[in-house]
C-alpha cells in the first residue's frame, strides 16, 4: 500500500481514537466488572438481607395475596429460584411512566413477605445499593449518569468511531505485520516498548474488539431495530412476549392470582419445552389484566442466551400455554437468534465461567489499549514539536490531553474502587445507598479531573495512581475488618473471596504502575510532557 494512503489511514486512527478513547476506558473498565454482576452483588450484599431458600410452592399464598392486593406487584413482580427453591420474597418496582425505558435513576423498589406473626404478607420499600446497577450504567453509556435514550445515542456514535480506529488501525500496522506482530522491544525507548505493547494488544484482541464496537451499535439503536424486525419478520405480534402499560382499572381484576399454576408446575413446562434449560426467575406480568404471562427465566449454557441474565420461555400463568419461545435458549428462531448473538457475544451470556474470566480480561486489556492509545498521541508530539530545539515547550492541547487522560482514567478506577468498597460501609448508616454510590463515583472523578488539570500531568499522575491503589485495597480491607471485627458491621462472606482476591491482585497491579510511572516522571526525557525536570 502507499506510503500517503498508510499516513491517512494512520490519521484516521489516531483521531477517532483520541475522539472516543477516554469514554472508551470507562466503558471497558466498568464493563469488565459487569461480567461477575452476580458474585459482586452477593459480595455487597449485608447477610441479614439473604433468606435461606425455600420449597418454591410454599410462595404460593404469598403471590396469592401480595397480587390481589397490591396493582403494582400485579403489573409486575419476580420471585428469585435457587434449584426447586425460591427465596421468599416477591419483588417489584414502581417506576415513574415519564422516565425512560432503561433509566433507574428514579425507581422505587418493593418487596413482600410473608409476616411471621399472623402469616400474612408484610409490604416495604426497599432501599437498596443499586450497586451493580450503577456500575452497569456507567458501562453503558460511558461514565453518564443516566441510561437514557439520548446517552445512548451518544455512546452509538462512539461506537462507530471506536469501530473506525480499529479498522484503520489494522490497516496501518498491515505493511509490518509479521515483522511486528511479537515484537515488544524493552529498554530505553519505552514510547517503542508501549507501541509495541499496543500493536500486540490490539491485533490479539481484535475479534473482541469488532464484537464490542458492532454490537454497541446495535444496543445503542435497539429500539429502531427491534421496530423494523417486529414489523417486517414477526407481523407486530412480537410485543406480546413483552405485555407492557399500567392497565386499565376497569380490567384489574379478569383473571384471580388464585388460579395460578403453582410456581414448580411453571418450572416443569419451563424445562420440558427446552432441554437442558435451568430456571433461575419467574418474571410475573400482568397478572390480573386480560393479557397475563409469566417469564420464566433461566440459562442454558449449551445455548445462546439473548441477555445476560439469560433466556426465557414466555407462559401463560393460569393456563400454562407456551406464548413465546422468542428468548428461550435452545428454541429460538434464525431471525432472533441472530439478534441474540450481539447480546450474547457481549455480555458472555455463553460458555460459562472460563468464557466469563476471558472477557474481565479482555475488558481490562481493553481499557489498557485506549489509555495507553492517549499516552502514545501525547508522547508522540514531543518529537513533532522539537523542531531542532533541545527542550520544546508543550503545546497546550497536548498539556490538556495528558491531564484528560490520567484525570478521567484514574478518577475512573479509583471512584468505581471507592464506591465498591462503600457497599461494606453503607449499609444501615445512610438511608439512601443508590444516592451515597452515584455521589461518591462522581465526587472522586470529578476531584481526579480537577486535580490532572490544576497540577499538570506529571505532577498528578503518581498521586492519582496511589489513591487507585488506596481506593482498590480498600475492597479486600473492608472484608477483612468484618472478619476481624463483627461488630463493627462490616461483613466477611467466604464464598466471595473471589472479589476481594481480584481487587487485591488490582492493588497489586496499580502499585506496580505507579512505582513505574514515577521512576519515569523523575528520570525519563526532560522534554516529555510527563517528566518533571521539564516543569
Not at 19 to 48: C, D, N, Q
Not at 197 to 222: R, T
Not at 377 to 390: F, I, T, Y
Not at 514 to 530: F, I, K, M, Q, Y
Amino acid at each position: 500500500m502507499r506510503a500517503d494512503y498508510i499516513r491517512i489511514y494512520k490519521s484516521v486512527h489516531t483521531w477517532t481514537g483520541i475522539l472516543s478513547g477516554m469514554a472508551l476506558f470507562i466503558a471497558f473498565y466498568a464493563g469488565a466488572l459487569t461480567v461477575f454482576k452476580e458474585p459482586i452483588r452477593h459480595w455487597s450484599t449485608p447477610p441479614a438481607a439473604l433468606l435461606t431458600p425455600v420449597p418454591m410452592d410454599q410462595l404460593q399464598p404469598l403471590l396469592t395475596a401480595t397480587f390481589s392486593s397490591t396493582a403494582a406487584a400485579a403489573r409486575g413482580a419476580s420471585l428469585e429460584l435457587e434449584g426447586d427453591r425460591a427465596i421468599p420474597r416477591l419483588e417489584w418496582q414502581v417506576r415513574n411512566p415519564k422516565a425512560d425505558d432503561h433509566d433507574e435513576s428514579g425507581v422505587r423498589n418493593f418487596t413482600a413477605e410473608q409476616a411471621a406473626a399472623d402469616g400474612g404478607v408484610q409490604i416495604s420499600e426497599q432501599h437498596s445499593s443499586r450497586l451493580v446497577e450503577f456500575i452497569d450504567v456507567l458501562h453503558r453509556v460511558v461514565g453518564l449518569p443516566v441510561d437514557s435514550d439520548p446517552n445512548r445515542w451518544l455512546m452509538g456514535v462512539i461506537a462507530g468511531l471506536y469501530f473506525l480506529a480499529l479498522v484503520s488501525g489494522v490497516v496501518v500496522l498491515l505493511p509490518s505485520l509479521v515483522k511486528d506482530f511479537f515484537a515488544l522491544r524493552v529498554g530505553r525507548n519505552t514510547k517503542r516498548m508501549w507501541l509495541d505493547a499496543h500493536n500486540v494488544v490490539g491485533i490479539v484482541s481484535l475479534p473482541f474488539h469488532i464484537v464490542m464496537a458492532l454490537s454497541a451499535v446495535v444496543f445503542a439503536y435497539h429500539d429502531q431495530i427491534y421496530a423494523v424486525q417486529d414489523k417486517l419478520v414477526h407481523g407486530g405480534q412480537w410485543a406480546q412476549a413483552f405485555p407492557r402499560g399500567q392497565g386499565n382499572p376497569a380490567e384489574a381484576l379478569q383473571h384471580d392470582p388464585a388460579d395460578m399454576l403453582l410456581p414448580s408446575q411453571l418450572v416443569r413446562i419451563a424445562r420440558e419445552a427446552a432441554p437442558g434449560f435451568e430456571p433461575t426467575k419467574l418474571q410475573y406480568v400482568q397478572v390480573t389484566g386480560p393479557k397475563p404471562a409469566v417469564r420464566v427465566w433461566g440459562h442454558n449454557h449449551a445455548a445462546v442466551s439473548p441477555r445476560a441474565a439469560g433466556g426465557f420461555a414466555a407462559l401463560d400463568p393460569y393456563s400454562g400455554k407456551l406464548l413465546s419461545s422468542d428468548y428461550l435458549p435452545g428454541m429460538q428462531s434464525t431471525p432472533n437468534l441472530f439478534i441474540s448473538s450481539f447480546f450474547a457475544l457481549h455480555m458472555a451470556s455463553f460458555g460459562g465461567l472460563a468464557v466469563g474470566w476471558l472477557y474481565f480480561l479482555l475488558g481490562l486489556a481493553g481499557a489498557w489499549l485506549f489509555y495507553g492509545g492517549n499516552l502514545l498521541w501525547v508522547e508522540s508530539r514531543r518529537k513533532a514539536q522539537r523542531r531542532g530545539a533541545d527542550l520544546p515547550v508543550q503545546r497546550r492541547d497536548t498539556a490538556w490531553m495528558a491531564a484528560a487522560t490520567v484525570g478521567v482514567c484514574l478518577g475512573c478506577v479509583a471512584g468505581i474502587s471507592l464506591t465498591l468498597a462503600a457497599a461494606k460501609w453503607l449499609p444501615g448508616r445512610v438511608q439512601d445507598q443508590a444516592a451515597w454510590h452515584m455521589g461518591l463515583y462522581y465526587l472522586v472523578f470529578f476531584a481526579c479531573l480537577v486535580w490532572a488539570f490544576g497540577r499538570g500531568a506529571a505532577r498528578a499522575v503518581v498521586p492519582l495512581l496511589w489513591l487507585a491503589v488506596l481506593c482498590t485495597a480498600l475492597i479486600p480491607l473492608s472484608s477483612l475488618l468484618g472478619w476481624a471485627l463483627p461488630s463493627s458491621g462490616l461483613w466477611l462472606d467466604s464464598s466471595t473471596l473471589g472479589v476481594d482476591l481480584t481487587a487485591l491482585a488490582g492493588a497489586a497491579a496499580l502499585t506496580w504502575m505507579a512505582r513505574a510511572t514515577a521512576r519515569r516522571v523523575r528520570n525519563g526525557p526532560a522534554d516529555s510532557v510527563w517528566s518533571l525536570r521539564g516543569v
